[in-house]
């Protein structure tokens, strides 16, 4: 017994009603291989036991080692009493162990007959006694003759059917498939369904928790505070001139106009040029922060004195402020729940990863906290809502949940859906088959997970090279030329060459099959 990864497996697909020849011409690629031989989901083949003796030989001839993929009873008998292994999926047949199916070639020394005749014994059956008689020596010439010429015929005879050779090149078909499938993952089933395109699911549960903290928005006004500052007034007449407090000043320079007001009464003395500094506070209207104002900029008398008397600030106003206090709403606690959740989420994900088995994958979109998984007694709230704190903190637990699936399992429905968009006569190329990983997840009306996965191979003609020498041996070069172009797995739209010897043998293929030698050349 041995295991399928000692060498490498080839995959030989069989479709309806194949015939043994073709399974011999596969494996004749195959020496010294496993071969993997997958009957049909629908239908059968090769139900004869006899059509697996053949098949046996072939492989022992080969010293190829086989093994059955099907659900056929009948076949599944037949192969047990000849030790071949069977498997219900490929999945399977990768990971068992195979049986050699080595059976008796020969019968024994013991089990030959006993009473085996001697020669002597036979000698008056098997001759013939007879009188020669004289002969002239004419009829013995003649009769040397034609013994010679009939020699001589029969010579040319094999000559003719034996010399001739020829030397066929072939150019195998390709076909390029890339395929994307919808799979329904199935966390109630335990079985693939190939045909369905269903696998099992397994639901993953993770208990996770975290601290999560974020400044809070809401604010408690305190009220504003006014800007003060000291302006100069300059009299721009000869007479004394009384300023009376409340005199309203404008700051004009700024991106919206900014009132203040005097705080006491000041007389300015008479005489242009003559000034007098007084006390400002800015109005109610511009209370906080807008009264800070640089200095130069306040520079407009409002009310009667506009004319007679200028103004300006030597520096700037100051103290203009708004004072108020963050708080807590119910927006902060929301947003703070659903960080924590999302929070929840990713550290359940790397718990989940650590649990999975060999080949599963976590379907990320079916991440959620399960129902239930939230507990009033799990979730902390540092501050409710109302409360003054620059800062809001939630220490929280909860249950979380998600659906895993098994990568093989699907990639073994994606297999065979290249396979089915597979033309007959071609073979996968197994260093070019690619899986993609599964996206595109969904859920179904059933409740099911249903995803996208695609893959891609490159299928390669192959021929029955044996089958193929028996159709065309003893043909016109031209409708040997026809059967190949037309045969499974040959480039139709590429002719073969061929090449015959000796020159005076050209019109037709050689009588003897084995005399042909076929060359197959694929595509890069």
Excluded: C
Excluded at 109 to 119: A, F, G
């Amino acid at each position: 017994m041995s295991t399928p990864t000692d060498r490498q497996i080839q995959y030989i697909q069989l479709e309806r009603n194949d015939d043994v020849p073709l399974v011999r011409d596969r494996m004749s690629f195959l020496r010294g291989k496993r071969a993997l031989i997958i009957w049909p989901e629908r239908g059968t083949a090769l139900t004869r036991k006899l059509d697996l003796v053949m098949i046996q030989r072939e492989a022992r001839r080969r010293a190829v080692q086989i093994a059955f993929v099907t659900h056929d009873s009948e076949v599944i008998k037949n192969a047990d009493e000849l030790g071949i292994s069977t498997f219900e999926t490929i999945q399977a047949a990768e990971r068992g162990r195979w049986k050699r199916g080595w059976g008796k070639v020969a019968a024994k020394r013991y089990q030959k007959p006993s009473d085996e005749p001697e020669p002597e014994q036979l000698k008056p059956v098997a001759s013939r006694v007879t009188n020669r008689r004289q002969r002239s020596r004419l009829r013995f010439f003649l009769e040397r003759a034609i013994v010679l010429a009939v020699l001589l015929a029969v010579l040319g005879g094999a000559a003719y059917i034996v010399i001739p050779s020829a030397d066929v090149t072939i150019y195998l078909d390709t076909q390029d498939i890339d395929i994307s499938v919808s799979v329904t993952a199935n966390t109630s089933t335990l079985e693939v369904d190939v045909e369905n395109r269903v696998i099992p699911a397994t639901l993953l549960p993770a208990t996770a928790q975290t601290t999560v903290s974020i400044p809070t928005t809401g604010t408690e006004d305190l009220g504003a505070s006014r800007a003060i500052g000291v302006v100069t007034f300059t009299n721009n007449t000869n007479s004394t001139i009384d300023i009376p407090e409340g005199t309203i000043v404008r700051a004009t320079n700024t991106s919206a106009p900014v009132d203040f007001a005097t705080t006491n009464d000041a007389t300015l003395p008479g005489g242009s040029g003559q000034t007098v500094d007084v006390s400002i506070t800015a109005t109610q209207d511009s209370a906080g922060p807008v009264g800070n104002v640089p200095a130069g900029v306040i520079n407009t008398i409002v009310g009667p004195l506009d004319g007679q008397v200028t103004v300006r600030n030597i520096r700037a106003t100051i103290n203009g402020d708004s004072q108020s206090l963050r708080t807590v709403t119910a927006a902060d606690r929301d947003a703070l729940l659903a960080q924590a959740r999302a929070q929840l989420q990713n550290n359940a994900y790397s718990e989940m990863r650590r649990t999975l088995a060999p080949n599963q994958e976590i379907i990320i979109s079916t991440i959620r906290i399960a129902p239930d998984g939230e507990r009033s007694d799990w979730t902390k709230f540092s501050h409710n809502v109302g409360d003054v704190t620059d800062t809001l903190t939630l220490q929280m637990q909860a249950v979380v949940q998600a659906v895993a699936v098994d990568t093989l399992l699907a990639r073994q429905i994606v297999f065979a859906a290249l396979s089915a968009e597979k033309e007959r006569g071609l073979v996968f190329d197994t260093d070019t088959i690619v899986y993609n990983e599964p996206g595109d997840y969904s859920v179904n009306a059933e409740g099911q997970i249903v995803f996208e996965m695609g893959g891609h191979a490159i299928a390669i003609g192959q021929f029955g090279q044996g089958q193929l020498q028996q159709q065309i041996a003893n043909l016109p070069i031209n409708d040997a030329i026809a059967i190949i172009s037309s045969y499974p797995g040959v480039n139709s739209t590429r002719e073969p060459l061929i090449a015959v010897a000796p020159e005076w043998y050209k019109d037709r293929m050689p009588i003897v099959p084995i005399r042909i030698n076929i060359h197959a050349e694929a595509p890069q």
